[in-house]
């Protein structure tokens, strides 16, 4: 890798835990939905139930561990797949008014299953289909979807450029948006840093439902989402290796 560059995460949603659902939660959450999309059509394709036969293939596509696969574990009311990052905000207007928590999931494996298990009512997104990858060599930066695989991403750069790279791990089928969230540990920090020191944009949906930048986030903000506040802490407790912050459009 004889030249350094920059790539970034598109979208990293940044959602947290509601409270406990209703016996009647998952229909009327459903009905929200409807209401929120002026042509339910545009998402409908994008929900999916139990009732579904899509539902189960769609839970299991990104589960590693199989103990998270067992009967016993808690499954989720919906799995909403958006393929846009605008289908996502109505989604979070309803899991709030239905006190359903909402679990992400950002395309790639999560071995402890915290992105699909929950011990109370909770909803899926999925970011899987939010993967598109803009490689810019001239002035290398890149623009990536949060749920696009650390491999996925490696392919896209390698694709435009010999010589450009990526700091980030070397698991291929981890995704972008809990790679960044977590740090990005890589093979190459001592000279390169971890994935989230090239980040130097992002899009987020905030738990207001509000899409963001960089600049209408603010850098406190920016800051926590690149794991500032887990790296820093995990560094000044004397970890080793590169200390870091954490989210997405890189540079090098």
């Not at 309803?94 to 992105?115: P, W």
């Not at 809990?178 to 920090?189: A, E, F, V």
């Not at 207001?208 to 926590?224: C, P, Q, T, V, Y």
Request: hydrophobic share 35%; net charge positive.
């Amino acid at each position: 890798m004889k030249s350094s560059t920059t790539f970034t995460t598109l979208i990293l949603l940044t959602i947290t835990s509601f409270s406990r659902a209703s016996s009647s939660s998952t229909e009327n959450f459903l009905e929200c939905l409807s209401k929120q999309f002026i042509k339910y059509s545009s998402i409908s394709n994008d929900v999916h139930t139990p009732i579904n036969s899509s539902y189960s293939s769609i839970l299991k596509f990104s589960i590693q561990n199989l103990r998270f696969a067992t009967n016993s574990t808690p499954k989720p009311q919906v799995i909403i797949t958006p393929e846009h990052e605008s289908q996502i905000p109505p989604v979070i207007y309803c899991a709030k008014k239905n006190d359903l928590q909402i679990r992400t999931r950002s395309g790639g494996h999560d071995f402890e299953g915290l992105s699909y298990v929950s011990q109370v009512p909770f909803v899926i997104i999925d970011l899987f289909k939010l993967s598109d990858t803009r490689v810019d060599v001239a002035i290398k930066t890149a623009w990536v979807g949060a749920g696009a695989t650390i491999g996925s991403l490696y392919y896209r750069i390698a694709e435009k450029s010999p010589v450009l790279g990526f700091p980030s791990g070397n698991c291929a089928t981890v995704g972008l948006g809990g790679q960044i969230s977590g740090g990005g540990i890589g093979l190459m920090p001592r000279k390169y840093g971890l994935a989230v020191d090239t980040v130097v944009d992002a899009r987020i949906v905030d738990v207001n439902s509000r899409i963001l930048d960089r600049k209408s986030m603010g850098e406190d903000l920016f800051w926590a989402i690149r794991s500032g506040g887990f790296w820093r802490n995990h560094c000044m407790e004397g970890a080793t290796g590169g200390c870091s912050e954490n989210s997405h459009c890189f540079q090098y």
